[in-house]
């Protein structure tokens, strides 16, 4: 299943940024339809990914925290 939003993500366990799109929640899931969870590739941890206002505003500060600001 594709990831909710695609854009790079961070993984709060191994800190590896990867690429969203296509880490989605496993297919099995019974309640994998509109999944928010993604998967991350190197350690295998599944956490949610932030959407809405949630989401919009970790793009922000991550952008910002990358400018140096």
């Not at 990914?49 to 991550?62: F, H, M, P, Y």
């Amino acid at each position: 299943m594709p990831a909710i939003v695609a854009r790079q993500e961070k993984c709060p366990l191994c800190g590896n940024a990867f690429d969203a799109e296509g880490q989605g929640c496993r297919p099995s899931c019974p309640l994998a339809t509109g999944c928010k969870v993604v998967c991350c590739p190197s350690c295998g941890y599944s956490f949610p990914q932030e959407t809405g206002w949630a989401g919009r505003l970790k793009g922000w500060l991550d952008r910002r925290k990358e400018d140096g600001r």
